[in-house]
């Protein structure tokens, strides 16, 4: 069976959905995990004044920062253990003295740790998301693959790479797993990853298909999701800055 990645990017939905299905992975992210920092998925919509964010991590070095503005959408996934993952400890040239040069050094070679992005993943990246993969936090992150659509293109686009040969190639089924649109997805990944959370409570597959559909989330829905939530200030806050609708 096909899984979504750089290979299938026709199982990625369109740049409207996918902005959707962030928001309501986010959504039930701050509903299951309140403590922000063990969370896989987080949304803002104020990132700035013309684009919203969303970022996904899983606390063993992988990230993935998705872009949306009105220029297009840009998805940056960066998978630390796939051969593309280009960062290395470059050396760094000084200058040598003449004594130095005549008779050599004993200082050790310094060395700095710089990226180099695999030839193709962002070589035929436009313009208007230079900003976004060569600016931060990107650039710190590190690029493994880079996915795209304009506002002027039809379909998700990549540059020209040879992928690695062996099976985890760019990262990329890995770090998109989630983005299908799938509420099913979600849940039996959900139940693995915040296993402790589901050990006495199941999380209901449509209690997940009422957040993907965009229902209003009110405290009747949080406490069918998470019994033992109790924060509810810090709640309202998460759902304010990812945009989506609720009554708490």
């Known amino acids: 069976m096909n899984k979504l990645s750089t290979e299938n990017l026709n199982l990625l939905p369109n740049p409207k959905d996918l902005q959707k299905i962030c928001k309501s992975i986010s959504a039930l992210e701050a509903i299951i995990c309140p403590e922000w920092e063990y969370r896989y998925y987080s949304y803002q919509k104020d990132w700035s004044e ?100 304009t506002d002027n293109d039809n379909n998700w686009k990549i540059g020209e790479v040879d992928l690695p040969k062996d099976e985890y190639k760019d990262g990329s089924s890995d770090l998109l797993q989630l983005l299908d649109g799938k509420p099913l997805t979600y849940k039996n990944w959900a139940e693995e990853y915040y296993e402790g959370n589901f050990e006495e409570n199941e999380l209901r597959i449509e209690l997940v298909e009422r957040i993907y559909n965009g229902d209003l989330i009110t405290k009747e829905l949080v406490f069918e999701l998470n019994p033992e939530l109790d924060d509810f200030e810090q709640l309202k806050s998460d759902l304010n800055e990812i945009g989506y609708e609720h009554k708490i």
């Not at 009105?70 to 998805?75: A, F, L, P, R, V």
């Not at 000084?94 to 992005?117: C, H, M, P, R, W």
């Not at 208007?128 to 710190?140: D, H, L, R, Y």
């Open 50 to 149: 013309t684009e919203e964010f969303c970022e996904m991590r899983n606390g063993q070095g992988d990230q993935m920062l998705m872009l949306f503005s009105k220029n297009g959408t840009c998805i940056n996934g960066f998978a630390h253990e796939s051969e593309m993952n280009g960062w290395r400890n470059i050396p760094i040239e000084e200058k040598k003295s003449f004594v130095e040069k005549l008779f050599g050094s004993k200082k050790e070679d310094k060395t700095e740790l710089a990226q180099i992005i695999p030839k193709g993943v962002v070589d035929d990246l436009p313009e208007v998301f230079n900003e976004f993969i060569f600016g931060e936090p990107v650039k710190s992150i590190g690029t493994t693959f880079c996915i795209w659509q």
